[in-house]
């Protein structure tokens, strides 16, 4: 089965850190670029960062440059997000999503992670 | 920043036909591609590339786009269509490369 699940979600406190994952299955991995979105409480879809299959190209949002840092591993076909200095604007459900190879949209959604900052 | 704008809430008679815009500034010079979320679940792609539908989304749904509007539409509107839903495009140019539509409620009466 073609899917993507996500893991490493939790409760931090403000300024501490926290390591996302997710695992692949179902499909050549290494020949996708992959994404972090994100779903504050109540509020809509935010992009976070873009990962290209060979971890060449990378882009971050400005809210979260200098704070997360996304990589991969295509031998573990695993996707990760390090995310440092959390702050309680952070709180949010973390998804994993596929890049379509013809387009830039995403045609492969995880089901989510949810991180809360607080103290 | 690329701004996307859709109204907060559409509502729809079973049967009916639901259109949600999604705003942007000369947005027919991009492609526009538009999820579907249920209430706790992940999204899901329902129409991307303006007007094109994934393998197994039923061809109620349709897009178009042109001038500063993209529109989806869901004719024959069923209950299991009740769910938020999110345009996006990919804009170089922003802070955020891909952009996310404010998102629309859509209630089926």
Redesign the interface.
């Known amino acids: 089965e073609v899917q993507l699940v996500e893991s490493g979600g939790g409760l931090v406190q403000p300024g501490g850190s926290l390591r996302l994952s997710c695992a692949a299955s179902g499909f050549t991995f290494s020949t996708y670029s992959m994404?972090w979105?994100r779903q504050a409480p109540g509020k809509?879809?935010?992009?976070v960062s873009?990962i290209s299959s060979s971890s060449s190209t990378i882009?971050y949002?400005?809210s979260v440059k200098g704070r997360f840092t996304i990589s991969r591993d295509n031998a573990k076909n695993s996707l990760y997000l390090q995310m440092n200095s959390l702050r309680a604007e952070d709180t949010a459900v973390y998804?994993c999503a596929r890049v379509?190879v013809a387009?830039?949209?995403?045609?492969l959604?995880?089901?989510?992670t949810l991180v809360t900052v607080s103290s | 920043s690329y701004v996307l704008t859709q109204p907060p809430s559409v509502s729809v008679a079973p049967g009916q036909t639901a259109r949600i815009t999604c705003g942007g500034n000369n947005i027919g010079s991009k492609?526009v591609?538009w999820?579907q979320?249920r209430p706790g679940?992940?999204?899901?792609?329902v129409v991307?590339?303006d007007s094109d539908r994934?393998s197994g989304i039923p061809e109620r749904f349709s897009g178009s786009n042109s001038g500063n509007t993209a529109t989806l539409t869901i004719s024959r509107v069923e209950a299991g269509d009740e769910a938020d839903y999110?345009c996006?495009?990919?804009d170089s140019s922003s802070?955020?490369?891909?952009?996310?539509?404010?998102?629309t409620k859509v209630t089926v009466l």
């Open positions: 994404n979105v809509g879809l935010e992009w873009y882009y949002a400005d998804y379509a387009g830039w949209y995403f045609d959604w995880g089901r989510g | 492609s591609h999820y979320q679940q992940a999204p899901v792609l991307y590339d994934p999110y996006q495009v990919w802070d955020h490369f891909y952009v996310f539509g404010t998102g």
